[in-house]
């Protein structure tokens, strides 16, 4: 079963721009957190950060703060990550996921474990 259906990945130069989204299956509630995550090649899954009902995103890596947002559409079922500003380093597979269960809220001390529902993952390359 495929929970979570992201799109928009691909390549671009430094400096350039990519929007992921996120579509979340009807049977998860949008408004639990949903959140992103990126794994470069030899390194941790890495949080991103996430968002849930109250709109107001929950960060865990303060470096993409101001050149990454995330936001949603409820009414679209969709949760998404506005990169700016791209770096060579922002390289890596990116994916978004879901709390399960009666977990709904994000915290800033969330981490992959805490999320039991995935995309399948979007290779984002950022060359120099």
């Known amino acids: 079963q495929v929970d979570l259906v992201e799109s928009g990945g691909g390549s671009v130069k430094a400096g350039g721009s990519l929007r992921l989204s996120c579509v979340v299956s009807?049977?998860?509630?949008?408004?639990?957190?949903v959140a992103w995550f990126r794994q470069a090649p030899g390194k941790e899954r890495e949080g991103i950060g996430g968002?849930?009902?109250?709109?107001?995103?929950?960060y865990y890596d303060d470096s993409v703060k101001g050149r990454f947002t995330i936001s949603k559409d409820a009414a679209k079922h969709t949760v998404y990550l506005q990169m700016n500003n791209l770096k060579p380093e922002d390289s890596g597979m990116y994916f978004c996921?879901?709390?399960?269960?009666?977990?709904?809220?994000?915290?800033?001390?969330?981490?992959?474990?805490?999320?039991?529902?995935w995309g399948q993952g979007m290779q984002v390359a950022v060359s120099s």
């Open positions: 996921a879901a709390k399960g269960g009666e977990d709904i809220v994000c915290f800033t001390s969330d981490r992959p474990a805490d999320f039991t529902h």
């Open positions: 968002i849930e009902l109250h709109y107001v995103p929950t």
């Open positions: 009807s049977a998860i509630d949008i408004d639990r957190c």
